[in-house]
């Protein structure tokens, strides 16, 4: 696995890659890797013939009183488990390597950016955008593969990859849950193991609303409703959003029947967390 922290290598090795006639695929992440990011990695390799990876801890995605100084890092154990998986390229660039001093330019997906997690925290999406727009061009992947558990980001990037013509192929893969429900996610490493138990409730909160969905009930308020008094029956948790809406426009709907997204996000102690859940469309 060749491990490469500047842009001009990375264009480099991935240029060779496309000359040669060989399928690229990429997985962008920002480290501190668990089996839902190692999911995308086998994905891509099912797939292509070649797999790069990023770990770039993106500055811009963080809002001013956001976690980004203590975010999780474990490059060295992160590059191990990639090795092993058989990645090819691993893309390690610093924050001065992709925001050069005089960087001006940013990416923001109007009309989404400020939806979900978009409006509890301002300017994210727009950190998203342009990081990984910089990286679909640095890259020029076939497919690029990201995580369901990231909803929001994915309907973001869609808009993106749409609207800007890119080249690549969005594959989105399913959330990769623990034993016990919890979306696994990078953020858990901050978490007691009291706090483990507590942040169970959001994947109840979905399961209730799927259990009432399947049962014919399709009125997204009431849905809504119902997810938020599981929310209620664990005070070690504060509600950010509980919402349901298509999973394109990240709208609000009022009927379930045609498919939706159900999303939550939760404070567990000071950790955010976020889970969700895609309800198919009704049978006729």
């Known amino acids: 696995m060749k491990q490469l922290p500047t842009i001009a290598e990375m264009k480099a090795a991935c240029r060779e890659v496309t000359r040669r006639g060989k399928t690229l695929g990429f997985v962008p ?66 924050a001065d390597e992709m925001y050069p001093a005089g960087a001006r330019t940013y990416v923001t997906v109007e009309g989404l950016s400020d939806k979900l997690d978009g409006a509890s925290r301002p300017g994210h999406f727009r950190g998203v955008a342009t990081a990984v727009a910089k990286l679909f061009e640095i890259v020029r992947p076939d497919s690029a593969f990201f995580g369901q558990k990231d909803a929001a980001q994915v309907a973001v990037l869609r808009k993106l990859v749409n609207d800007l ?42 399961m209730r609303v799927q259990a009432a969905a399947n049962t014919g009930n399709h009125d997204a308020a009431r849905l809504v409703e119902a997810g938020k008094q599981v929310i209620a029956e664990e005070p070690g948790v504060r509600l950010d959003y509980f919402a349901i809406v298509h999973p394109d426009t990240l709208d609000p709907v009022t009927d379930t029947s045609h498919g939706a997204l159900v999303a939550v996000a939760a404070y567990v102690g000071a950790t955010r967390l976020i889970d969700n859940l895609l309800l198919p469309a009704a049978s006729r």
């Open 165 to 206: 013509n890119l080249d690549v192929e969005l594959v989105v893969c399913p959330i990769v849950r623990e034993k016990n429900g919890l979306a696994m996610s990078s953020r858990n490493a901050y978490l007691t193991s009291e706090q483990r138990q507590q942040a169970l409730v959001l994947h109840r909160s979905i």
């Open 29 to 94: 992440t920002m480290g501190a890797l668990h089996d839902g990011h190692l999911s995308l990695v086998r994905a891509s390799k099912s797939c292509c013939d070649v797999t790069a990876v990023s770990i770039f801890v993106n500055p811009l995605q963080f809002g001013p009183t956001e976690d980004l100084a203590k975010y999780p890092r474990s490059l060295e154990r992160d590059a191990t488990m990639l090795e092993q998986l058989g990645v090819d390229l691993l893309f390690i660039p610093s």
